[in-house]
């Protein structure tokens, strides 16, 4: 992305969280336990894709559902933990529940589920009553001020009542199972089930389950967890992001800034030029310093100012050298210590050690790269791809062809989970990439549209073929319009005289 231009509106505020209840499942199976864990669908807003607990928001009627034990936000709450419980799940817990057979269980849920029966009148239709003391309290988590749809989430620990089975419908989920905490958390450290920090953390505590109210205490105490916002976030193994504010193109409003490695760490793009913002960055840097990580150095994905602003401060604060591509460190202010080049594989020693491949993929910036885990094939994409918002090919700087060409290799590779400079991670990296392709594949048959046999501007060529697309986006447009009638003219499809374009 680059950076914000003038007449652009604000960032908007940041969202106000929404009350929401997990459950946290269990068994026993012998001395152990087995937690239901969910993957959410990959096409939902939030956590599209990543491995979850049952869930979700408390709705305005669940204060009607008397909950014994507890009263108003706290009933509200585990109502709502109740419901979410019995929809993604299957499970009802709840007294009177034990008398119902199976057969009569999956009825009332399938008729909650299709709306058919409110959470409150099923229950009294049912002869059902909630108790809080099936609810254990275990921790809050609020989901960070960035993100574009926020929660203010209580997490419940909940055994699973001896009657209840457990079962999957798809819907929301992609996939819901009884899983050894272990087996998640090595997934996890593979890369192949991507967690966000209250879910890393719950399982971390379940893997150890001495007593139920030790488990309960750690639970509810996470570290590095101020105001129930988590300081730490590592979605898989070694790959965590500190997204810090600064003046991008809107929607988005942050640079994600990438801190790499099990040991030796790599800094990828520290965007904000605020000081405060990188205190933040320190902050976490000092957390994997005090146990026993080392940042080695800071790289650049691009030269764009979003993505390097902090790099100074960061370079002279921890005497960090600067890696990037030549033709960003042309670029730049500051010197790099390392020029890197297609195929320079970085490794990173930790336990378990990282190698990261450079691929050198210009389109948005000449000098773009991204990085491949070899292991898990994961990739850090920088401006390839944004999680919020569009990328934009600005010429001559931006070229389509290549930008495509290369969006098309990183497809083909395969990556697997894409970490973007904007929004939120990808678990579909594929999946996203073609998404990609062929949205300026037919953006690319909109603008050919747009070119009647007179000719027309670059102006003309946007007010038609990015018609859907807000006014005060479409300076932006063009500049990406002028990159698609670039590649037209590249490739014989289109000539351009005087400034007007023409089909051949
Ligand atoms: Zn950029």
Not at 35 to 58: N, Q
Not at 203 to 228: K, Y
Not at 413 to 423: F, R
Not at 469 to 476: D, E, G, K, M, Q
Request: hydrophobic share 45%; glycine share 8%; charged share 25%.
């Amino acid at each position: 992305m680059s950076e914000a231009l003038p007449g652009m509106p604000p960032a908007p505020p940041p969202a106000v969280p929404r009350l929401a209840s997990v459950v946290v499942l269990y068994r026993r199976v012998g001395p152990n336990v087995e937690v239901f864990w969910v993957k959410r669908e990959k096409a939902l807003a939030f956590a599209g894709g990543f491995y979850a607990f049952p869930g979700g928001k408390v709705d305005k009627a669940d204060a009607q559902v008397p909950m014994r034990g507890a009263e108003g936000e706290q009933a509200a709450l585990r109502v709502a933990a109740a419901r979410e419980l019995f929809e993604e799940a299957g499970v009802l817990v709840a007294e009177g529940a034990e008398a119902l057979g199976p057969e009569r269980v999956k009825e009332l849920r399938r008729a909650l589920l299709s709306g058919q029966r409110g959470w409150k009148a099923l229950l009294d239709e049912a002869g059902l009553s909630l108790r809080a003391e099936d609810f254990h309290e275990a921790g809050r988590w609020i989901t960070p001020p960035y993100m574009p749809v926020r929660f203010d989430t209580y997490f419940y620990l909940v055994e699973v009542p001896p009657h209840a089975q457990a079962e999957f419908l798809p819907g929301e989920l992609a996939e819901a199972t009884w899983v050894v905490p272990a087996e998640a958390l090595a997934r996890w450290e593979q890369g192949t089930a991507l967690l966000h920090p209250p879910n890393l953390h719950a399982l971390q505590v379940l893997g150890r389950f001495d007593t139920r109210g030790q488990v309960l205490e750690r639970l509810c105490a996470p570290p590095h967890c101020p105001d129930f916002l988590a300081t730490i976030i590592e979605f898989q193994q070694g790959v965590r992001l500190v997204p810090m504010a600064t003046p991008t193109l809107p929607p988005a409003t942050h640079t994600n800034t990438y801190v790499l490695g099990n040991g030796e760490l790599l800094i990828i793009d520290p965007g904000a030029e605020d000081s405060l913002e990188c205190e933040r960055l320190f902050e976490v840097l000092d957390i994997l310093k005090a146990e026993g990580r080392r940042p080695v150095a800071v790289l650049l994905t691009h030269h764009h100012g979003d993505h390097i602003g902090g790099a100074k401060l960061l370079k002279d604060r921890l005497g960090l050298p600067l890696w990037c591509h030549a033709r960003t460190a042309d670029r730049l202010d500051v010197p790099a210590e390392r020029i890197l080049e297609d195929g320079d594989v970085l490794e990173l020693a930790g336990t378990p050690p990282q190698r990261w491949r450079v691929l050198h993929t210009p389109g948005h910036a000449r000098g773009h790269v991204c990085l491949v885990d070899e292991r898990s094939h994961a990739a850090v994409v920088g401006d390839m791809v944004a999680g919020v918002g569009t990328i934009v090919i600005d010429p001559p700087e931006g070229n389509m062809r290549d930008y495509l060409t290369q969006l098309a290799r990183l497809r083909d590779l395969p990556v697997t989970t894409i970490y973007p400079a904007h929004g939120g991670a990808i678990p579909d990296g594929p999946g996203k990439l073609q998404e990609y392709i062929q949205h300026r594949a037919a953006r690319e048959a909109r603008i050919m549209e747009a070119l009647p046999t007179e000719g027309a501007t670059v102006a003309q060529v946007v007010e038609v073929a990015y018609a859907d697309t807000p006014a005060f986006l479409h300076p932006v447009a063009e500049r990406s319009a002028l990159a698609t009638l670039e590649k037209l003219v590249e490739e014989g499809r289109a000539r351009v005289e005087h400034g007007r374009y023409f089909l051949t």
